[in-house]
């Protein structure tokens, strides 16, 4: 079955400092990933997503994230976080056969003035 | 071009009672999706419609939710009656046809049952 783990709940940074969100992913064949952003009251926006090719995908609002076949990871980062950055991260998984998102349980990032 | 859009944004009934949810997805995309958050859980996925059908509907939580998607626009998920566990926050999502395109999605309606 496949599966998403994002495992930390909520992650903590400095205004300015780099950020690191983690996602690791169980699939079988070749996955299909995405972050997706919620901001207060606000419905899920995408960031960006990883289908084929490149690694590094770069994204919305200066958000990259990194593929990494060997380690099932797609961990999403930003050089240089803004408070406005804060808010909850979900990152998730794509069924090719169904089409359906299978998610990770969400990271709510805080950024720190 | 207007977003995915449901309606309303949130909703409190008491338990027994009925509630429909309304979703309308982006012109043109023909794969609509519902999910639901369980507070602090991930988001599960309800079901798929494919124009008006009905694709996958596995993560519907039993009968007492009945989704619709008339003349393949706009969907409503009704939920009959509803129970304490229902609530959390429901989204709706639309895509077109292809696995690689991102889904766009609503802000969904977020339903508190007491």
């Known amino acids: 079955a496949q599966s998403v783990a994002q495992p930390e709940d909520q992650v903590n940074v400095a205004e300015g400092n780099p950020l690191t969100v983690k996602c690791t992913y169980s699939v079988s064949g070749n996955p299909y990933l995405f972050w997706y952003v919620q901001y207060p009251n606000r419905g899920l926006q995408f960031l960006l997503k990883y289908i084929t090719g490149d690694n590094l995908v770069k994204g919305s609002y200066g958000f990259e994230a990194e593929f990494n076949k060997s380690q099932t990871s797609f961990h999403l980062k930003k050089p240089s976080a803004l408070v406005s950055d804060s808010a909850l991260y979900f990152c998730a998984v794509r069924d090719t056969g169904t089409y359906k998102y299978i998610f990770g349980t969400g990271t709510r990032l805080k950024v720190l003035a | 071009e207007a977003g995915v859009t449901q309606f309303p944004s949130h909703s409190v009934i008491e338990k027994g009672q009925t509630v429909t949810l309304r979703c309308d997805p982006i012109?043109?995309?023909?794969?609509l999706y519902w999910y639901r958050r369980v507070m602090g859980k991930e988001i599960k996925f309800l079901l798929h419609?494919?124009?008006?059908?009905?694709?996958?509907e596995s993560g519907m939580p039993n009968n007492r939710f009945l989704a619709e998607r008339t003349g393949g626009t706009y969907s409503t998920l009704k939920v009959q009656p509803a129970e304490l566990e229902d609530s959390g926050v429901y989204f709706c999502?639309?895509?077109?046809?292809?696995?690689?395109?991102?889904?766009?999605f609503g802000q969904g309606t977020r339903l508190t049952v007491v």
């Open positions: 419609f494919v124009k008006e059908s009905k694709q996958d």
């Open positions: 999502a639309s895509s077109q046809e292809w696995a690689n395109t991102e889904a766009f």
């Open positions: 012109s043109g995309h023909d794969n």
